[in-house]
């Protein structure tokens, strides 16, 4: 007996029963300033503060930043995932003494790892850029059947 939904009728396939959250672009903007504090967090406690790990890990909650945000805020992914990468990258940036001495650690880590950075920006650019041109496409398509 297949498994019923919340209607009564069988469930849909796994790929449309994945949540579709819609973020603003204030919403998008703090999930992936959470998400990045965390990810710093476990890589500091995890893997000695290891910039590699948190680079990679940037990757992820890029994406699923440009994936989660509404139709209506897209531009501002690409935007809040760079402020996201800075914010993350605090706990583990390796500064020493005062607020200058952690400063500077903040700006070398940026410095030094605008790879991820670049990396990341250009992946949430990248779904952006693609959602919108669906959403163009699906906009124009009743136009072109009328």
């Known amino acids: 007996m297949p498994a019923q939904g919340q209607g009564g009728g069988p469930l ?15 919403g998008g903007g703090l999930f992936a300033c959470a998400g990045m504090l965390l990810v710093g ?19 992820p909650v ?10 209506a805020d897209l531009i501002t992914a690409p935007i809040t995932v760079p402020i996201a990468f800075a914010a993350g990258v605090w706990p583990i940036s ?13 700006v070398s880590a940026l410095s030094l790892h605008a790879g991820w950075l670049y990396a990341g920006t250009l992946v949430a650019a990248l779904i952006v850029v693609v959602r919108k041109a669906v959403l163009i496409g699906r906009r124009r398509l009743p136009r072109r059947v009328a």
Not at 12 to 25: D, I, N, S, V
Not at 62 to 71: K, L, Q, S
């Open 12 to 26: 849909p396939p796994l790929g449309r029963r994945m949540p579709r959250p819609r973020l603003t672009g204030l």
């Open 62 to 71: 890029a994406a699923a930043t440009a994936i989660w945000v509404r139709p």
């Open 41 to 59: 967090g476990i890589c500091w406690l995890l893997f000695g503060s290891s910039l590699f790990v948190y680079g990679l890990l940037f990757l």
């Open 94 to 106: 390796g500064g020493s003494g005062g607020f200058g001495g952690q400063l500077m650690g903040l």
